[in-house]
Every structure is written in structure tokens, then in C-alpha cells.
């Protein structure tokens, strides 16, 4: 397999929001789009989007870099019941701000059980390595005992 070097070379080491436990008032800036796929799953030949916006965020008195899975984004509530979406009449475009901070968290929880990113658990590479295992089957393996991630949160952010 040949792969471009100034692609390879272009890739950012940067900690995923899901990874990392950010706390309230940290701003986030978005500053980068990068596409990127997972494979197909479920019977289907289409690779599922699995996108990032490349963010840098004050963390322990420190800009980072962090990326930031639109799919995540998109789970954060807005306080005062704001909109992820251009609007009403147009809610098929997503509207991303230049910031936001966080206002508050709470670790999240899948029927009942705090969920934890997808490595934690003791079936992960077999979630991760095909369409036989179940999102349920996963969070019923169990978190392994090696986890070192700290539960996934819901976040609810200002936008400004």
C-alpha cells in the first residue's frame, strides 16, 4: 500500500474530546475540518463519515490541540436551548461557530450504565474489527480492567 507522505506527514497528534474530561469555562476554538472515514459496517459498502474539527483549547494553563468529532458536537446541548442548526426553516445545515465553552458536564450513560470510550471495554477490537458485535454487545463486556479513560461526557456549551 502507498500512502503520500505529505499526508502522512500533515497528520495531527492531537487528543480526542471523547479521550480527555474538559472543564467548565474552557473555550474551544474550532479551527480545522479534517474528513475522515471508518469502514463500512452493517452489510452496507458505504464507509461510515467519521469526521473531527481540529480545536485548540486551554487546558492546565495551556493551549492544546484537541480534536473534536462533529458527531460530538452535535450531542452538546446549548445553553438556552440553542441550535446546532442554520435554522428553523433551514435546519439541513449544521452551523459551527468560531468558539464555545463549556458550561457544564456529566458523565453519560447508555441505559442506565456510564458509557466510556470505545477502547475501554474488553470486546473494543472486536466492536472495532467488524459488524458482529453489537453497540449493547460492547457495553455488556464490560470496561476492562486496564482502562485508563475516564467516562465520556455530556457536555452543555455557550456559544457567543
Same mark, same amino acid.
Given at each position: 500500500? #502507498? %500512502?503520500?507522505?505529505?499526508?502522512?506527514?500533515?497528520?495531527?497528534?492531537?487528543?480526542?474530546? $471523547?479521550?480527555?474530561?474538559?472543564?467548565?469555562? &474552557?473555550?474551544?476554538?474550532?479551527?480545522?475540518?479534517?474528513?475522515?472515514?471508518?469502514?463500512? +459496517?452493517?452489510?452496507?459498502?458505504?464507509?461510515?463519515?467519521?469526521? =473531527?474539527?481540529?480545536?485548540?483549547? &486551554?487546558?492546565? *494553563?495551556? =493551549? +492544546?490541540?484537541?480534536?473534536?468529532?462533529?458527531?460530538?458536537?452535535?450531542?452538546?446541548?446549548?445553553?438556552?436551548n440553542g441550535s446546532h442548526? /442554520?435554522? /428553523?426553516?433551514?435546519? *439541513?445545515?449544521?452551523? !459551527?461557530?468560531n468558539s464555545f465553552t463549556? =458550561?457544564?458536564?456529566? *458523565?453519560? &450513560?447508555? #441505559?442506565?450504565?456510564?458509557?466510556?470510550?470505545? %477502547?475501554? %471495554?474488553?470486546?473494543?477490537?472486536? !466492536?472495532?474489527?467488524?459488524?458482529?458485535?453489537?453497540?449493547?454487545?460492547?457495553?455488556?463486556?464490560?470496561?476492562?480492567?486496564?482502562? &485508563?479513560? $475516564?467516562? =465520556?461526557?455530556? %457536555?452543555?456549551?455557550?456559544?457567543?
Amino acid at each position: 500500500m #502507498n %500512502y503520500s507522505k505529505k499526508r502522512a506527514m500533515a497528520q495531527q497528534n492531537a487528543p480526542s474530546l $471523547k479521550y480527555i474530561s474538559l472543564e467548565n469555562g &474552557t473555550v474551544i476554538h474550532l479551527k480545522e475540518e479534517i474528513a475522515q472515514d471508518l469502514p463500512a +459496517r452493517g452489510g452496507s459498502t458505504d464507509p461510515v463519515p467519521n469526521d =473531527v474539527i481540529l480545536s485548540d483549547a &486551554t487546558l492546565d *494553563d495551556k =493551549v +492544546r490541540k484537541i480534536k473534536v468529532p462533529v458527531r460530538e458536537y452535535l450531542k452538546m446541548a446549548i445553553e438556552g436551548n440553542g441550535s446546532h442548526y /442554520e435554522s /428553523e426553516e433551514n435546519n *439541513d445545515m449544521v452551523k !459551527f461557530p468560531n468558539s464555545f465553552t463549556i =458550561v457544564s458536564q456529566k *458523565d453519560r &450513560t447508555y #441505559n442506565g450504565e456510564v458509557v466510556y470510550p470505545v %477502547y475501554s %471495554y474488553n470486546k473494543a477490537q472486536e !466492536f472495532l474489527d467488524g459488524d458482529s458485535l453489537s453497540y449493547d454487545d460492547l457495553i455488556a463486556s464490560g470496561v476492562a480492567k486496564s482502562n &485508563t479513560y $475516564k467516562p =465520556v461526557q455530556d %457536555y452543555t456549551i455557550s456559544i457567543k
